[in-house]
């Protein structure tokens, strides 16, 4: 596998349900992202991790719950999501380098998830 | 605050005319910019970048962009389009520090044969 994995490609989950997402970076970066893509919006940052330690969430749910085992793995755990949590979920990872630029973010697929 | 304006969520071209698609900016300090392309079902790729020096950035595929501070403008241009350049182009801006991105709302291409 190369760059930015993620899984499943593709989610249809209940309101009662509970899910994990998984995204995976083969890149040997530092840093990794939680986004939310919904249609007609920007992209909306969810949670940073820099080092494995979580450096921002942006005023998230707590439906939503980010796990970051390592720098390479990244979750995003879901539980009684509602139907507007629907969209697509994208996974980055950087480099992050002090006192440097920063760097470009590396994308995976996302996970395309429904909730219903 | 950083903010990004993208004119025209979607944007059509005939195969081989220009593309233009525009972004504006707001920031602070000084920015660092980003194009990112998004075909269907797949995860945003990186374009082209501007940090510092040359204002006028050349990236893959063709695609270059020219960082405007008087006009905060980093637009994106292409000279001959192709098919396959049909896809949703993001701009993004970042701060010298941190690992933030913000990111427009994104301009739909489409490329008429």
């Known amino acids: 596998e190369t760059g930015v994995t993620q899984t499943p490609r593709h989610l249809v989950m209940g309101m009662t349900n509970k899910k994990s997402l998984k995204c995976e970076q083969h890149?040997?970066?530092?840093?990794m992202y939680w986004y939310k893509q919904s249609a007609k919006k920007p992209l909306e940052l969810m949670f940073v991790?820099?080092?494995?330690?979580?450096?921002e969430n942006n005023s998230v749910p707590s439906r939503f719950s980010p796990e970051c085992p390592n720098s390479s793995h990244l979750f995003l755990h879901l539980h009684t999501l509602q139907p507007e949590d629907s969209a697509l979920y994208l996974c980055a990872s950087s480099q992050i380098t002090a006192g440097a630029s920063p760097y470009e973010q590396y994308f995976g697929p996302g996970t395309r998830l429904t909730v219903t | 605050a950083q903010s990004v304006t993208q004119l025209g969520s979607h944007v059509s071209v005939s195969e081989g005319a220009l593309v233009l698609l525009r972004c504006n900016y707001s920031?602070?300090?000084?920015?660092?910019l980003f194009w990112y392309v998004q075909y269907p079902n797949q995860g945003l790729q990186l374009l082209l970048k501007y940090t510092t020096g040359a204002t006028l950035v050349k990236g893959i595929n063709g695609f270059e962009a020219e960082f405007k501070k008087s006009e905060t403008s980093f637009h994106l241009t292409k000279p001959s389009a192709h098919m396959s350049d049909a896809a949703e182009y993001f701009c993004a801006v970042s701060q010298n520090t941190g690992n933030q991105f913000y990111f427009g709302t994104g301009t739909s291409l489409t490329v008429i044969p």
């Open positions: 890149l040997g970066h530092n840093a």
């Open positions: 920031s602070s300090v000084p920015p660092y």
């Open positions: 991790y820099n080092f494995k330690e979580q450096t």
